[in-house]
RNA sequence: GCCGGAGUGGCGGAAUUGGCAGACGCGCACGACUCAAAAUCGUGUUCCUACGGGAAUGAGGGUUCGAUUCCCUCCUUCGGCACCA
């Protein structure tokens, strides 16, 4: 070796063990049905045109797991690909007219480069671009099949609009209290359009169970508040004859959570949208109502929103008649009450209802309380002061006057459980279940995704284009205008065709999918990605789903997260897949934020650009540093000074086993604590990895290379314990840094590949200790530490203890109290 | 308002889930090497101290021989939902 430069230089070693690993398809993963299969998937990326330092740390402790658990024996799949529908690059073409096919494309073979700098162990082999018609040929099969299934259907309702994105959304992707969207964070607004959705409510109740599937509390308890099971009845109550109305319109069922305070119901409220408004409301009060109503309409959803803002509401003029005691009740519209939530029209019960008590006591409504607080007398309509929504009993309320009411929903409160009885008995009302979650909405009117597969014919209406067929493909020449129509609308020919049913003349769907459908099923694709027979190879699902561990952000916990389990119990239901979960294991990593604490923006210009820190660092530096720096879930400001220890960290290694002094005039005892810490630092690592708990492992391995620092210094570094505490500790680097742990590998010469060396085996025996240093507390605070042999007695350890000088002087000659041996870790002396 | 996460040195974080608080690293200080600097190596680094000790894990209380960990009350902060009937 004498004469070559033998310093660490990350940039030669990396492109050359990256190029063999390629040539020689290390990461090439296939059926192997002599070992156990493991699916590790990782969100795909958009793909934007730069892989960004969050991309590194979603992906790069994912790809260590994934080499941790290949190492341990698993056949593993990492696949990777790009979620390449979608909006940015639609935008862009129009802003610079450049076609969003050819800019994406450009972008994937960007990003495909910058990922292979990662060292990732990704099988390219089984890429899949959701933008290809190879893909979304079978995006299109699968909207299909949910169709055929009764599960898609098209229907005409207010949905919300993105004024600035120029296309309707799904619920899930509007945001916050200001109602914005998700994409671009302009406020939405309601429009009146016929659009394709997903009968996801059907599945409401089974997506509120996460039973046998890993997934972080966090995300499951976002998924359940999202899809909000609210317990209750529907009551029916009669429009009054006087009102005015012809018979069929003389019901309105409303949904409420407390039928047990029906008795309390003083007066009735409609949605402004309600469609029964304009029947009943009487001639006097019509343009009152009108007023309101167009008032209403002006407001946007972020005002009408707004829940401190004062009640406001005019009366219809009609009146109901209350079931549960013939009361004729008057029925007003106030925007208070939404048309998208229960029936658009609710019983109100001021004295038990804040809102309510609110608008009852603006324009002077009835106040008859029904609840009568425990041990207090009974409230007064006239002069209560605030709604009451605690524990009593029932009164006023007829025979079921006495029961008892607690804070409870539902059937666990025994006055609504007596109450859903009775109104059955009666024939007045119904238990029922109302849920937040709306069916999905996917049509978008973009033209940069998968184009909706439905054919429109004047006879024989919408039909699902035949498999035959398919792709119904993009057409290349579009106009990019931002007209609120889809651009496949616009162009001359794209949708003229004819109809599967009589070949007559029909039109074409021209909105297309929105892209969340896209990313429902590629976990699916990756499995066989040019196979042209279905989505996918049974063979290949058989084997590898469902997916083991899959690891992604947060942010996509009601939306993506949310619709592929959908997707895959719909998938199911048809008979396409198995199974009642896609993702068995789910963890979130969390957030790299910019050096300042806020989040990375380019407007903010705190944006850490990943591959300007491998041209200086090297790729293992930056994933070690990656893994090190946070705890994975959490996430933390990115520190550019403190990457200097990662680098440092795997300088310091690259001396150790290059640059041995290879003497054996160690001790027995230093090769004996050599071993110790060796397999005591691999029982840790292993669990760490198990874990997710990514940073101890680096932490864990640095502490390990000070002892072995310190060994060598004792003259270890010829020994055979050295040599396998050099060969341990590469193959726990490995998974971490690919790139120098098979350079050291090869150095020291071992065969090729130390990623397919089996992960080491920890020695029980060696990590035992000879004899434990026991801390000695007097009254709690640590005075002494005294050191017994393994497997010492409590009293010897007591007797240990009790002879210590520092501790007697503490005891100042009193007799103890107790004596407390704590696993024969620690004593505690208590005078 | 409701639901969930987080709060530990100058900083990122550790602590076998009730048993030595601050591992590991950054930064900083001092020293070695050097004409010098960088790099590298070594030592130290929670705070106060009358050098005996004392205090400290957002605040206050509780349980316990013992609490960062369990319980109660509150504060700060991040995220989700929200006139949801």
New binding site residues.
Partial sequence: MRGQDRSYQPQVLEKKWQNKWEADQLYRSVIDKSKPKHYALTMLPYPSGDLHIGHWYAMTPSDARARYMRMKGYNVLFPMGFDAFGLPAENAAIKDGIHPMKRTFQNIERMRKQMRSMGAMFDWEREAVSAAPEYYKWTEWLFIQLYKAGLAYRKMSAVDWCPSCNTTLAREQV???DRVCDRCGTPVIKKDLDQWFFKATKYADELLKFDGIDWP??VK??QT??I?R?E?AEVQFKIDRESGIDSQDSQITV????PDTLWGATFMVF?PEHPLVEKITTPENKAAVEEYKAQAARQTEIQ????D????GVFTGAYAINPVNEARIPIWIA??????????A??AVPAH?E?DFAFAKKYELPIVPVIQPEGQSEADGATMEAAFVGSGVMVNSGMLNGTKVNTEKGRKNPSIAAVLDWLGDKGIGKESV?Y?YRDWLISRQRYWGAPIPMVNCEIHGWNPVPDDQLPVELPEDVEWRPTGESPLKLHPTWKHTTCPVCNGPAVRETDTMDTFMCSSWYHLRYLSPKYDKGPFDPAEYDYWMPVDTYTGGIEHA?MHLLYTRFFHKALRDAGIVKGDEPMMQLRNQGMVLGEDGDKMSKSKGNVIAPDVLVNKYGADSVRAYIM????WE????W?S??I???V??I??VW?LVTDPTPTTTASEGTKKNLRRKIHQTLRKVTRDFDNF?F??I??SL??LM?EM?KAREAGAAGTAEWKEAIEIYLKMMAPVTPHIAEELWAQIGKPYSIHTQPWPAVDEDATKEDSI?I?V?V????RD?VTVPVGASEDEIKAAALASEAVQKFLEGKEPR?V?V??G??V?I?V
């Fill in positions: 945001k916050g209290d509390q966090t308890t976002l508040n999202w909000d609210s209750g949904f409420t959570t407390r949605s009408r929103g707004a829940a803002k004062e009640k406001t925007d208070y009450v939404m048309m998208s939530y229960g029936t658009g609710i019983m209802d809102r109302n937040r009601t090190f720096f946070a705890r959490m996430g933390a400001p520190d000074q403190g200097e220890g990662a440092r960290w300088k310091r001396t708990e940073n101890t680096i932490s640095m502490e000070n620092y240093e801390p507390q009254n709690g605070k640590v530490r107790k407390i704590a696993n870790r620690l505690n208590v």
